[in-house]
């Protein structure tokens, strides 16, 4: 989900904000994995199978950006706020086989980065993040759109799935 992992760390680091350092680390290693597995099923996939993957209006742009700028269009594409295409980036680094090693720590360093600023915003603001989480409104509003997002999820798992699979001959 956009912003899941950002909202994971300011809930943590605003609540305990003792030890809101341990929570960046932590997040950036879960986002590494994802990464990991998105990676991979682009390598699968292959140059030839990512048309399949990622929307033709995105593909081209990447492929370029990749080619001139490389590690510096990740580093970009890691802090990024969504709607930018994260997952269809990273489907297409491992299709086009961008260094792997390049890949991990780039995307790692960007990422603790990214989560390292919003522990400290949380932790910062944390006082007033709870009390806004107190609210009625806020709470039926994000279990409006977390639903909303596991269905997405689901349909948008089931459409690569079938883009996936063999075309009959």
Do not use: N
Not at 61 to 70: F, I
Not at 94 to 122: C, H, K, P, T
Not at 140 to 167: C, E, N
């Amino acid at each position: 989900m956009p912003f899941g992992f950002d909202a994971l760390v300011a809930v943590l680091s605003a609540r305990h904000g003792e030890i809101f350092w341990i929570f960046p680390p932590i997040v950036t290693a879960a986002s590494l994995v994802g990464a990991a597995l998105t990676y991979w099923i682009g390598q699968t996939a292959g140059d030839a199978g990512l048309p399949r993957l990622v929307p033709a209006r995105y593909l081209e742009r990447m492929k370029a950006r990749l080619a001139t700028t490389g590690a510096g269009a990740l580093a970009a594409a890691a802090v990024m706020p969504p709607p930018f295409p994260l997952t269809a980036f990273q489907l297409t680094c491992g299709a086009l086989d961008f260094d792997r090693r390049r890949f991990f720590l780039v995307f790692g360093v960007m990422r603790l980065v990214r989560f390292a600023a919003v522990a400290l915003l949380a932790r910062h603001f944390g006082s007033h993040v709870l009390e806004m989480l107190q609210w009625d409104a806020l709470q039926t509003a994000v279990t409006a759109v977390t639903m909303v997002g596991l269905a997405a999820t689901t349909v948008m798992g089931a459409v690569l799935w079938s883009r996936t699979r063999p075309l009959a001959a």
